[in-house]
């Protein structure tokens, strides 16, 4: 059974930084696009960021210079640094995982996570 289980997520100032965590159980990261959505009270979800099997980046062109994606495939986490933090990135942060293996990042993924909220005051 797969899980994928966030953590990292809390209240900062507007200026400040958070790493964001997604632990995977039942899931090896290193063979699959993995990804970071966000989802602000009454928006849609949106895409933040991917990263594929062999680390391959795509960022959100709002968050290009400040967020990085990244995975340690020896402890099967994928993080998500994110500095510079402004109030419109308050939102719910989920990680994703596409169910293909060894293949570039698709636009749905099968798995997901519980979230983990960031929310950034003024």
């Known amino acids: 059974q797969v899980q994928l289980v966030e953590s990292g997520g809390g209240s900062v100032q507007a200026g400040g930084s958070l790493r964001l965590s997604c632990a995977a159980f039942?899931?090896?990261?290193?063979?699959?696009?993995m990804a970071w959505f966000r989802q602000a009270p009454g928006k849609e979800r949106e895409l933040v960021s991917t990263i594929t099997w062999h680390g391959t980046t795509i960022y959100q062109d709002s968050v290009k210079g400040r967020f990085t994606i990244s995975k340690d495939n020896a402890k099967n986490t994928l993080y998500l640094q994110i500095n510079s933090l402004k109030p419109d990135d308050t939102a719910m942060y989920y990680c994703?995982?596409?169910?293909?293996?060894?293949?570039?990042?698709?636009?749905?993924?099968?798995?997901w996570g519980q979230g983990t909220q960031v929310t950034v005051s003024s």
């Open positions: 039942g899931y090896a990261i290193n063979e699959h696009c």
């Open positions: 994703a995982g596409d169910e293909n293996r060894y293949r570039l990042c698709e636009k749905t993924f099968t798995y």
